[in-house]
């Protein structure tokens, strides 16, 4: 999980590992760590243990997963979708954290699941409660939760074979000439910014295949609606795949043209404030026989932007 930190004026003089480490509540030796791996920059400059901070820096880092002693269970409302011995389907919202990470342990996802359902702690590691698939904090829509290890094991099945059909609805800039799209494009580590990923050739930045279908639903004012159906499941994927065919997911901060859409959106003004992105359909096969189908509602501020009525394709 990667972070952004701005630099407190009052912080001027420290050292960047030490300021990093209270921040994060870690150790100055993790700390150094990321540096020496490259997760770590800082804007404007170099990132370096040593750097003496002057206040205002906006701090970019990839920080990794807490220990699950380190995950308390939160009363945080969730949208449910599905139900029942085997299987939890919920509705994740936009700026809803998946899993707890060093500097970012409550609020999440997990802390939400292990409160409602505090078997969920038998499908998994404690920090990972039966989750076999995620979503990026600003993604909205469906996620699938195991509730036992039997059930674990058998997602994890299903989606290592792609027995799951996951649909995606995605708003992009421009205006493809095509109904139909097919990328399939290897995505990779980007070389220049550890925060992204990007189309790279199988063997490099740990590049593997990935593919995605992009069927174009509806086309308005300097913007299209997409369906995407990744048949792969790599990092950013959908992301990168519309941002390699010349059409960015709107208001995406990192692979787009502007944090909001439209650009000069003001203050106070509606509008989209995160990327346009919706894990919209999940079908996943049950354990128990046969498939499940979860279909999460268009969120409040995608819905302006989107036809009415319009649903997945079958």
């Known amino acids: 999980m990667w972070q952004e930190l701005r630099v407190p004026r009052e912080a001027a003089g420290q050292r960047l590992d ?9 150790t100055r030796s993790l700390v150094q760590r990321l540096l020496d791996d490259g997760r770590c ?12 901070l002057t206040g205002g820096e906006l701090v970019s880092i990839e920080v990794p997963e807490v220990e699950p002693a380190s995950v308390e269970p939160e009363d945080i409302p969730l949208s449910v979708l599905h139900e029942d011995e085997h299987l939890l389907v919920v509705d994740k919202p936009a700026g809803m954290v998946v899993h707890p990470a060093i500097g970012h342990t409550r609020g999440t996802l997990v802390n939400a699941l292990l409160w409602r359902w505090p078997d969920a702690r038998s499908g998994g590691e404690a920090w990972r409660p039966g989750l076999v698939h995620r979503l990026d904090a600003e993604t909205s829509g469906v996620i699938c939760v195991a509730r036992s290890a039997e059930a674990l094991a058998f997602l994890q099945a299903a989606f290592a074979e792609r027995r799951v059909r996951k649909q995606y609805l995605a708003l992009c800039a421009g205006r493809p000439r095509a109904d139909v799209l ?35 639903r509806a086309r308005g004012d300097g913007y299209s609606v997409v369906e995407a159906r990744p048949r792969t499941g790599r990092t950013h994927q959908i992301r990168v795949h519309l941002a390699h065919l010349g059409h960015p997911v709107l208001a995406d901060p990192l692979y787009g043209r ?57």
């Open 18 to 26: 030490v300021w990093l480490a209270a921040a994060l509540g870690c």
């Open 41 to 52: 920059a800082i804007y404007p400059g170099k990132a370096r243990a040593g750097r003496s």
């Open 182 to 216: 097919r990328c399939e494009a290897p995505i990779g580590r980007d070389p220049r910014d550890f925060r992204k990923r990007a189309v790279r050739r199988l063997g490099e930045g740990e590049a593997r295949e990935a593919e995605t279908l992009f069927l174009v």
């Open 258 to 314: 502007s944090r909001t859409w439209p650009p000069g959106l003001a203050d106070g003004a509606p509008g989209l404030r995160r990327h346009a992105l919706h894990a919209w359909r999940l079908v996943v096969p049950h354990p128990r026989g046969g498939e499940l189908v979860c279909t999460a509602p268009l969120p409040a501020d995608l819905q302006p932007w989107v036809p009415a009525g319009l649903e997945p394709l079958a």
